[in-house]
C-alpha cells in the first residue's frame, strides 16, 4: 500500500531579481513516498493554484539526474542530505511524517536569483565558453585508433566529464567558490590528447573568467566534493591548481 | 589578458600557501631551539646569545619572517573578503555536508588569534629584558640574573601564564593540521590516493607542534611544584 506523509515547507520565495525575498510556510499533505522531491513540489504547486496563489518556481528538466536543471538547498544541504543525488532524483521516502523543511535558492553572488528558486547560472555558461573547448578541424573523423590515451587517464578525464553543471559545488562552498566546477571542465580535456594544444591558455583564461563572474575562492573545505551529485573528486581542483601554476610560470618563460 | 597574475585566485592561494609553509619551518626550527628549555640555563642562553651575535644576518631573518607573516596575513584577508562578499546572502539553515571540519571552519579566526599573541609573545620573551629584575629566579642556587631562562621560568612558573601559552600553541596546532594539508591541496601535489594520507599527516602535524610547545611551560610549573628549579 503506498504511504504518504505530511510536511511543514518553509520556502524562499522571491518575487524578482530586485525583490528582497522571505520565507513562506506551506503545509504538504498526504505526499506519497514514491514521489521525487519535484514531484511533492509540483504537488504544492497544484493545490496553490486552485487557491489562486502563484506557485513556486523551481528548475528542471530531465528528472532523471542528468541534465543539472534542478536544485535547491533543502535543510542547509544543497540537493538534499542523501549522498551523489539530484533533487529530482531525493525521494519523500528519506523524510518523516511532520518533517519540517527549509527550502532555499543557491545562494551566490555569481548566481543572482531569478525568481523563488530559479537562479540564473549562465555564469557557468560563459566561463565554459571562454575556454572550455577544443579546437578540431572539419572534415572526415580520423581512425579511433591513431590517438592512443592511457586507460587510467580515459577513466580520470571521464569522471570529470561527468559533471552536469548544477552549481551544487558553488552552493555548498563556504566561499561559494567555482573552483570544483571549472577544475572538472578543465580536467576532462587537460588529460586527453585533444585538449593539449590549448591546455595551457585555456586554464589562464578560465581562471580569469571564474575570478571575474565574482565567484569565492577556494579554501580547501571539500564541502563541494562531498555536495556533489555526480560525485566529483577534489583531486581535479588540485590539477586545476597545478596547471594555472605551471602555466602562469610558462607564460612568463614564453614572455 | 591585461589582468595581473598575482590578482587570480589560485595565484593568491598559492601565495599563501607558500608563506605558510615558510611558517610552518620556523614552527618547527623555533621549536627544536626551545628544546633548550629542557637542560640547564646555560643552554638556551648560550644559544640565544650566539643568535645575537649573527647580528646583521640575525636581523635579516627577523624581517624576512616579519615579510612572509605580513604576506600570509595580507593575502589571506584579502582572500577572505573576496569569499564574503561572494555570498550573496547567508542560508537560513546551514549544515556541513562532512567535507570540512572544524580546524578549516576557524581558520580565519585562529590565524587571526595567532596574529595577536605573536606581538604578546614578542613583547614578552624575544624583545623582553634578558638580564633584569625579572630573570632573577627566586630559590635558585644563585641570586644573579638567569637571563633568558630566567625570564621565561618566572613567566610559566604563574599558572594564568601557562593556561595562556598552551591555548595559544594549541591554535596554532588546529591552524597547521588544516594549513599543511592545503598547502599541498592548493599547491595541486594531491591526488585521490595521498588526499586522505595528507588529511592525517596534517592532523598529526599540528599535534605534535602544539604538543611540543606546551611540554615546555608544563614542564617548568610542574617543576617549579614539585623538585624546583635548583634540583
Not at chain 1, 514531484?39 to 493554484?49: A, F, G, I, K, T
Request: proline share 3%; hydrophobic share 45%.
Amino acid at each position: 500500500m503506498e504511504k504518504t506523509i505530511n510536511l511543514t515547507l518553509k520556502v524562499w520565495r522571491q518575487a524578482n531579481p530586485q525583490d528582497a525575498g522571505r520565507f513562506e510556510v506551506y503545509e504538504a499533505h498526504d505526499i506519497s513516498t514514491d514521489a521525487s522531491f519535484l514531484e511533492m513540489l509540483d504537488v504544492v504547486n497544484e493545490r496553490l493554484e486552485r487557491e489562486g496563489k502563484e506557485p513556486i518556481a523551481f528548475d528542471h528538466d530531465c528528472r532523471e539526474g542528468i541534465c543539472g536543471m534542478c536544485g535547491a538547498v533543502i535543510n542547509g544541504q544543497a540537493h538534499g542530505a542523501e549522498k551523489e543525488t539530484t533533487l529530482c532524483q531525493l525521494h519523500m521516502r528519506k523524510f518523516k511524517n511532520g518533517d519540517t523543511l527549509v527550502i532555499e535558492p543557491w545562494r551566490s553572488k555569481a548566481f543572482p536569483i531569478i525568481k523563488d528558486l530559479v537562479v540564473d547560472r549562465s555564469a557557468f555558461d560563459r566561463i565554459i565558453a571562454s575556454g572550455g573547448y577544443i579546437t578540431v578541424r572539419t572534415g572526415q573523423a580520423p581512425e579511433a585508433h591513431t590517438m592512443l590515451v592511457p586507460q587510467p587517464n580515459a577513466e580520470k578525464s571521464f569522471d570529470a566529464a561527468a559533471c552536469i553543471g548544477c552549481g551544487a559545488c558553488v552552493a555548498a562552498c563556504p566561499n561559494a567558490s567555482a573552483m570544483l566546477f571549472v577544475s572538472a571542465k578543465i580536467s576532462q580535456l587537460a588529460l586527453l590528447p585533444q585538449g593539449q594544444p590549448e591546455r595551457w591558455d585555456r586554464v589562464r583564461i578560465m581562471v580569469e573568467k571564474m575570478d571575474e563572474e565574482g565567484f569565492g575562492n577556494c579554501s580547501n573545505h571539500y564541502e563541494c566534493e562531498a555536495a556533489c551529485p555526480k560525485n566529483i573528486k577534489v583531486s581535479n581542483i588540485a590539477r586545476l591548481n597545478r596547471d594555472h601554476l605551471w602555466a602562469s610560470i610558462r607564460a612568463k618563460l614564453r614572455g | 589578458m591585461g589582468n595581473s597574475v598575482l590578482k587570480r585566485s589560485i595565484m593568491k592561494k598559492q601565495i599563501v600557501a607558500i608563506s605558510g609553509l615558510l611558517l610552518i619551518g620556523f614552527l618547527f626550527a623555533h621549536l627544536a631551539g626551545n628544546m633548550l628549555l629542557f637542560g640547564p640555563p646555560e643552554g638556551i642562553n648560550e644559544y640565544a646569545q650566539k643568535l645575537q651575535e649573527l647580528g646583521p644576518i640575525l636581523w635579516l631573518f627577523r624581517i624576512g619572517l616579519a615579510l612572509t607573516f605580513a604576506v600570509h596575513i595580507s593575502f589571506t584577508l584579502w582572500v577572505a573578503l573576496e569569499n564574503r562578499a561572494a555570498r550573496s546572502g547567508r542560508y537560513a539553515v546551514s549544515n556541513d555536508r562532512g567535507g570540512t571540519d572544524f580546524a578549516t571552519k576557524t581558520m580565519v579566526y585562529s590565524g587571526l588569534l595567532i596574529a595577536v599573541y605573536l606581538l604578546l609573545h614578542l613583547s614578552d620573551f624575544a624583545f623582553g629584558d634578558h638580564y633584569g629584575e625579572a630573570t632573577i629566579v627566586a630559590g635558585a642556587e644563585t641570586e644573579e640574573s638567569l637571563g633568558l631562562y630566567g625570564l621565561i621560568w618566572n613567566s610559566f612558573i604563574q599558572p594564568w601564564r601557562v593556561v595562556v601559552y598552551v591555548f595559544a600553541v594549541g591554535v596554532v596546532g588546529l591552524h597547521v593540521s588544516h594549513g599543511l594539508q592545503s598547502f599541498i591541496q592548493t599547491l595541486g601535489f594531491a591526488n585521490d590516493d595521498v588526499l586522505p594520507v595528507l588529511k592525517t599527516v596534517s592532523r598529526i602535524v599540528g599535534l605534535l607542534i602544539a604538543l611540543g610547545y606546551a611540554a615546555i611551560p608544563i614542564y617548568m610549573i610542574v617543576r617549579h611544584y614539585t623538585i624546583g628549579i635548583g634540583a
